[in-house]
């Protein structure tokens, strides 16, 4: 059974940092390409980073680029989304989803930057 769970989200002021834990159960994150996307309020679902399987290669939106990075931690089975230099705009719930955006996720994580 697939299960992903997200952690790590919370209040932050602008220009703080977070990061975000996605661990997954029922099937190995290194065999997958996965991705991390968010819903901010009254929006639709955005795209932030994709890793790709086996090798790890990573993508992000322009939106985040240099901002975010993704890693995975094999051994764990979890990934990561380290968030810098957090704005308003990066308010939303943040998701990992499984094989492609719209696939399976977790419940989510709510992050707020505010001051």
């Known amino acids: 059974q697939v299960q992903l769970v997200e952690s790590g989200g919370g209040l932050v002021q602008p220009g703080g940092s977070l990061r975000l834990s996605c661990a997954a159960s029922?099937?190995?994150?290194?065999?997958?390409?996965m991705y991390w996307v968010r819903q901010a309020p009254g929006k639709g679902l955005e795209w932030v980073s994709r890793?790709?399987?086996?090798?790890?290669?990573?993508t992000y939106a322009d939106s985040v680029k240099g901002r975010f990075t993704l890693s995975r931690d094999n051994a764990k089975n979890t990934l990561y989304l380290q968030m810098n230099s957090l704005n308003s705009e990066d308010t939303a719930v943040y998701y990992c989803?499984?094989?492609?955006?719209?696939?399976?996720r977790g419940q989510g994580t709510q992050v707020t930057v505010s001051s």
């Open positions: 029922g099937f190995t994150l290194s065999y997958y390409y």
């Open positions: 890793i790709s399987a086996g090798g790890g290669f990573t």
């Open positions: 989803a499984n094989g492609s955006p719209s696939g399976p």
